[in-house]
């Protein structure tokens, strides 16, 4: 799985930090109903939201391992259009193209 040298850096340096944050997100995707493809899109709007770059990326992979399609990845990022605005639209297509450019199926 692809990690940023800044969260493995910061995980070196914190590594108690690290696991309740990882915890966190165990117990948060575990507390409702959506199945992992459907929670990985969901935060991937939320991050097309915050304009975050490494976060579209990293959400666009965890949602292809989760089996999601293209099609879907390319609709989460039109819906933001009209929420967040046409250029973060389009910075978010840009980045999820560019995980699709790269992207390998992690081996399991």
Not at 26 to 49: F, H, M, N, W
Not at 57 to 68: D, I, Q, Y
Not at 82 to 88: A, I, L, Q, R
Request: proline content about 5%.
């Amino acid at each position: 799985m692809y990690l940023p040298e800044l969260y493995r850096i910061f995980s070196e340096n914190f590594p108690e930090v690290i696991k309740d944050y990882k915890q966190l997100g165990i117990t948060c995707r575990k507390s409702g109903p959506l199945d992992e493809k459907t929670q990985d899109l969901v935060k991937l709007g939320i991050a097309i939201g915050n304009n975050s770059r490494g976060a579209v990326m990293s959400h666009t992979r965890k949602a292809l391992n989760a089996g999601a399609t293209k099609e879907e990845l390319y609709h989460v990022v039109l819906l933001a259009m009209t929420t967040v605005g046409f250029p973060k639209m389009m910075a978010a297509m840009g980045w999820v193209q560019e995980v699709l450019n790269k992207w390998e199926p992690e081996k399991k």
